[in-house]
């Protein structure tokens, strides 16, 4: 704006001594043009006036007269009819040309007056003549010189450029005074309140339309802050990190999960992304991005894996930068994992009781088998067959689990549900010589049943199974926690963390002599997760384990 203003004034005040300058030059070629011609007419009406006295008296004189003639500031010439010179004030006639064809002597003996006007070579100087004819057919001629209108000019120079110096300053000051006046009210515009300005009505429409663009700048701008918020909103609640790249790589925006995975300060902004990142797998998937439109990679961070997905993006036809987004991908990747270690679980879980009833059938088929000996083959079959069934029947249970699907829930009162447990499994027990009791006050939990009961009968069975004979198992059920204690062989460290895990034994040997199917454990967390309880495990070897399950208020 101060620039603007600056040459402003400088072209009003060049504009405004230019003007008066030229007025001044104007004026002055002007006035000495009409005085130039004022006073020549003036002149020209003198010279006809004394060439009528001297007309009278050369006709009633002759030339007497004219010798008699005292003519300073005139000439004076006596022509005859044919153009000879008779007499001339100045210069002798006899060395005079012949006047016939000057033009004021011909208009003066067609017309009886003649006037013509000649320039000297120089043009400095012209000769205004004036002639008459006489009653005798002669002409008379007067004649003055005066400087042209351009001598005239030149004879006064000094003076011109004195008035135009003088008037140049002055127009330069007053000028200087008009511009600064001019302009100072716009360098007073208050532009942040266009409307609120006292000034020139011509600058009404030009405020009014700079308060119409403040408005729509100000609507634009709140609303590029209410999404840059929302942006910012969204970004730093997204669970994956997410990197806004230029062209160059570098970085333009990034959000705190990205942050905390790439390990990255708050000044990388601006920086290049590839010395956050400088595995040679996130070089090539940036470079992909960015010339064929989209990257791929994976890596390892903190312990987790992580996919990144890195796509080009455009603007009228032009690569203007990249999105990077990383997905943790450790829970997908450890799902998979299960899922190929329970197929093959599965498969070797089914394999082992069908190949024992396949093998027991052949004998049976084939004859082989004496008849007394036929029981305890069929004993055996039906033996396989029922963990067959058995193992099936966790497997489809665990399914609904990982479904999630929602069962019909009603409040179970868990003492009695742990007493109902305890009279299932009194016969295993006894068998076993393990004492089975109850404990607790109890208390009621709003859930499905049948996965409860899952929950106790599973931890109570295996407490049973991995005890010593003469041992016990008690059920303590108190203050919305359902804990199963045993005096059993005990868990070694290293496999307490993996025991819910799905057909994992810490025994192989031991789970085959008892008959489980190995997925136990797997049911009672999952269904534990479904009821949102935790479950905690304090085991040793050689003093027992101890399972807490508890359920949130």
């Given at each position: 704006m101060l620039s603007l203003c600056f040459s402003m004034t400088s072209k009003i005040f060049r504009s405004t001594v230019f003007v008066a300058v030229l007025v001044l030059l104007c004026s002055l070629g002007i006035v000495m043009g009409v005085l130039y011609d004022h006073f020549t007419g003036v002149q020209v009406e003198q010279l006809k006036d004394e060439l009528s006295l001297a007309a009278s008296g050369t006709q009633k004189y002759g030339s007497t007269f004219l010798e008699n003639v005292e003519a300073d500031r005139f000439r004076i010439t006596w022509i005859g009819p044919d153009g000879t010179v008779l007499f001339d004030t100045q210069v002798d006639p006899a060395a005079m040309e012949n006047h016939a064809d000057r033009e004021e002597i011909r208009q003066a003996l067609q017309t009886g007056t003649g006037s013509a006007v000649r320039a000297s070579a120089t043009l400095t100087e012209q000769t205004f003549y004036e002639a008459r004819r006489l009653e005798d057919g002669s002409v008379l001629r007067i004649s003055a010189s005066q400087e042209s209108a351009w001598a005239l000019m030149l004879g006064m120079l000094w003076p011109i450029v004195l008035i135009a110096a003088v008037a140049i300053l002055l127009s330069a000051f007053l000028a200087r005074k008009m511009a600064k006046r001019i302009v100072e009210p716009l360098n007073s515009l208050d532009l942040e309140h266009p409307l609120k300005n006292k000034t020139y009505e011509e600058l009404a429409p030009l405020l009014q339309r700079i308060h119409r663009q403040h408005n729509q700048i100000a609507a634009q701008m709140e609303e590029l802050r209410r999404r840059t918020d929302e942006f910012d909103q969204i970004t730093e609640n997204m669970q994956e990190g997410l990197v806004l790249l230029s062209?160059?790589?570098?970085?333009?925006?990034?959000?705190?999960?990205?942050?905390?995975?790439?390990?990255?300060?708050?000044?990388?902004?601006?920086?290049?992304?590839?010395?956050?990142?400088?595995?040679?797998?996130?070089?090539?998937?940036?470079?992909?991005?960015?010339?064929?439109?989209?990257?791929?990679?994976?890596?390892?961070?903190?312990?987790?894996?992580?996919?990144?997905?890195?796509?080009?993006?455009?603007?009228?036809?032009?690569?203007?930068?990249?999105?990077?987004?990383?997905?943790?991908?450790?829970?997908?990747?450890?799902?998979?994992?299960?899922?190929?270690?329970?197929?093959?679980?599965?498969?070797?879980?089914?394999?082992?009781?069908?190949?024992?009833?396949?093998?027991?059938?052949?004998?049976?088929?084939?004859?082989?088998?004496?008849?007394?000996?036929?029981?305890?083959?069929?004993?055996?079959?039906?033996?396989?067959?029922?963990?067959?069934?058995?193992?099936?029947?966790?497997?489809?249970r665990l399914s609904q689990l990982d479904e999630g699907v929602a069962l019909p829930a009603e409040q179970v009162d868990m003492l009695a549900l742990a007493e109902e447990v305890k009279e299932l499994l009194a016969p295993g027990a006894e068998q076993r010589d393990i004492k089975l009791c109850v404990a607790g006050d109890g208390f009621t939990v709003k859930g499905v049943r049948g996965m409860l009961q899952e929950i106790l009968y599973n931890l109570c069975d295996n407490a049973i199974k991995y005890n010593l004979p003469g041992g016990s198992v008690e059920i303590y059920v108190q203050a919305r926690k359902l804990t199963v204690s045993d005096t059993g062989i005990g868990i070694p460290p290293e496999h307490q963390e993996r025991i819910f895990e799905r057909f994992y034994r810490v025994d192989k040997s031991h789970s085959k002599a008892s008959g489980g199917t190995g997925l136990g454990l797997s049911i009672v967390k999952h269904a534990a997760a479904y009821h949102k309880a935790a479950i905690e495990l304090d085991s040793a070897p050689g003093r027992g384990t101890t399972v807490t399950v508890i359920f949130p208020q």
């Open positions: 062209s160059e790589a570098k970085v333009l925006a990034i959000n705190s999960t990205a942050k905390r995975l790439f390990d990255a300060p708050d000044s990388c902004l601006g920086k290049s992304f590839l010395m956050l990142e400088r595995s040679s797998d996130m070089r090539a998937a940036v470079n992909d991005a960015l010339d064929k439109g989209r990257g791929i990679t994976r890596a390892n961070k903190n312990g987790r894996d992580y996919q990144f997905n890195l796509s080009r993006i455009q603007s009228d036809g032009a690569v203007i930068g990249a999105v990077v987004l990383a997905f943790d991908i450790t829970e997908r990747l450890n799902a998979e994992q299960l899922r190929r270690e329970f197929s093959a679980n599965v498969s070797h879980e089914l394999k082992t009781p069908l190949q024992g009833i396949i093998g027991s059938a052949e004998l049976l088929e084939s004859g082989m088998v004496k008849k007394a000996d036929q029981p305890r083959f069929v004993g055996h079959i039906r033996k396989e067959a029922s963990r067959l069934v058995d193992l099936i029947e966790d497997i489809i």
